[in-house]
């Protein structure tokens, strides 16, 4: 887990949210049953980091409540916005 990485959770009667973000736009960590009160966030966070094996490309791209083109995600990304005719790609 990074130095700058953030970490938040969200209860609601039965389930937990956790969300957490390294700087960018916050990804879902886990979404489910209610967590106990004690649930160390930050392990859960590093359990869920994926590994890059061979024949992948150097970094797996985050899985972002907001997917960009800019992170490299090839499906329809969550915002599209433009200013002066210039594509604007949130970080």
Do not use: H, K
Not at 30 to 39: C, D, E, I, R, V
Not at 61 to 85: E, K, M, R
Request: negative net charge; hydrophobic residues 40%; aromatic residues 6%.
């Amino acid at each position: 887990m990074s130095e700058n990485m953030q970490v938040w959770r969200i209860d609601a009667p039965g389930q937990t949210l956790v969300l957490s973000s390294d700087g960018g736009v916050p990804g879902a960590v886990y979404w489910g049953p209610a967590l106990p009160a004690s649930q160390d966030l930050e392990a859960l966070v590093r359990a869920t980091e994926r590994d890059v094996t061979g024949g992948m490309i150097d970094a797996l791209p985050p899985l972002s409540l907001c997917p960009q083109a800019a992170t490299s995600f090839d499906g329809q990304p969550g915002l599209v916005a433009w200013q002066g005719g210039q594509a604007l790609y949130p970080r």
